[in-house]
């Protein structure tokens, strides 16, 4: 069953995480509305012989060098989507050149990243084309991940409650 797997996965790598605290959680999301252009099944999706949607988020960098945490957010609750990962620029004829996740991102993840480098995240529908839907992308780690659609959540999200907290 998808959501045991899934979660063992989570529990998996928060086992294996480093002992280093994350300092931040940032998340970068969209819609698929339908109108997105189609090519051949990225590194890390299910395959198959049909053309698939695909979103070029554009770029982004992170605030501090380190290891990041990476998550399909909305692998059970929303649109599953595979994120790749690329140093440079992205070619949907040549999608292995610039890439740093040759396995794509389906559930979750771990990646280094450098600060002061720029990135660019690909993300595309995972198994079939779904004509609409949203999805999410997390990043865990030492730093904020700084392009215009991220989102920022809150510190108590990573278990800092006081007793002043909601």
Same mark, same amino acid.
């Given at each position: 069953?998808?959501?045991?797997?899934?979660?063992? #996965?989570?529990?998996? *790598? #928060?086992? =294996?995480?480093?002992?280093?605290?994350?300092?931040? @959680? $940032?998340? =970068?999301?969209?819609?698929?509305?339908?109108?997105?252009? #189609?090519?051949?099944?990225?590194?890390?999706?299910?395959?198959?012989? +049909?053309?698939?949607?695909?979103?070029?988020?554009?770029?982004?960098?992170?605030?501090?060098?380190?290891?990041? #945490?990476?998550?399909?957010?909305?692998?059970? @609750?929303?649109?599953?989507?595979?994120?790749?990962?690329?140093?440079?620029?992205?070619?949907?004829?040549?999608? $292995? @050149?610039?890439?740093?996740? !040759? /396995?794509?991102?389906?559930?979750?993840?771990?990646?280094?990243?450098?600060?002061?480098?720029?990135? +660019?995240?690909?993300?595309?529908?995972?198994?079939? @084309?779904?004509?609409? *839907?949203?999805?999410?992308?997390?990043?865990?780690?030492?730093?904020?991940?700084?392009?215009? /659609?991220? +989102?920022?959540?809150?510190?108590?999200?990573?278990?800092?409650?006081?007793?002043?907290? !909601?």
């Amino acid at each position: 069953m998808k959501v045991i797997k899934v979660a063992g #996965l989570i529990l998996a *790598g #928060l086992l =294996l995480a480093p002992t280093q605290a994350f300092a931040a @959680n $940032s998340v =970068l999301s969209s819609v698929f509305d339908g109108s997105e252009p #189609l090519t051949d099944p990225l590194p890390g999706s299910c395959g198959g012989d +049909r053309q698939l949607g695909y979103q070029d988020t554009g770029t982004f960098q992170v605030a501090a060098t380190g290891e990041y #945490l990476v998550a399909d957010a909305f692998n059970l @609750n929303g649109l599953d989507v595979t994120a790749l990962i690329y140093s440079g620029a992205f070619d949907p004829d040549n999608p $292995s @050149n610039n890439l740093l996740t !040759p /396995s794509g991102i389906d559930t979750i993840d771990f990646i280094e990243l450098s600060a002061g480098v720029t990135y +660019r995240l690909v993300v595309q529908q995972w198994c079939s @084309n779904l004509a609409e *839907g949203a999805w999410a992308v997390t990043f865990s780690g030492p730093g904020n991940v700084t392009p215009d /659609s991220t +989102r920022i959540v809150p510190d108590f999200t990573e278990g800092l409650f006081t007793g002043s907290d !909601p």
